[in-house]
């Protein structure tokens, strides 16, 4: 029960965190890097699952906060699959997200 709590917290403060450390971005690189480690940081202590929206900012592989459209490149798959394909440019690791769920969404 508390511990639910607690991971309640976490997850709030881990959103607010990625949110500043986006807004941060254009302003003060280092600050939303800081920003975003420490939300990681959080996260993974607590072992609090993250929401895709703030998973998709972190490499899969190399871990590290990857700001979209700097860091990380995103290209819809052309294949049958719905997917889209999200390059860390850090590492120049590619991994896919598949869409065909959220397509009956659209
Ligand atoms: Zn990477």
Redesign the pocket.
């Known amino acids: 029960m508390r511990r639910q709590i607690i991971k309640d917290i976490a997850r709030d403060r881990v959103r607010i965190l990625m949110a500043n450390a986006l807004n941060e971005v254009r302003g003060n690189e280092k600050i939303a890097h800081q920003q975003a480690y420490l939300a990681k940081k959080i996260a993974m202590r607590l072992r609090v699952r993250l929401d895709y929206e703030i998973r998709h900012l972190f ?1 899969k ?2 871990k ?1 906060f ?1 700001i979209p459209g700097k860091d990380s490149r995103i290209r819809i798959g052309r294949t049958r699959t719905k997917c889209i394909r999200i390059t ?1 440019l ?4 590619t991994y896919h997200k598949i869409l065909i769920k959220s397509y009956k969404d659209l």
Request: with cysteine; glycine share 10%; proline share 0%.
């Open positions: 490499c592989k190399c590290q990857i860390c850090k590492c120049g690791h």
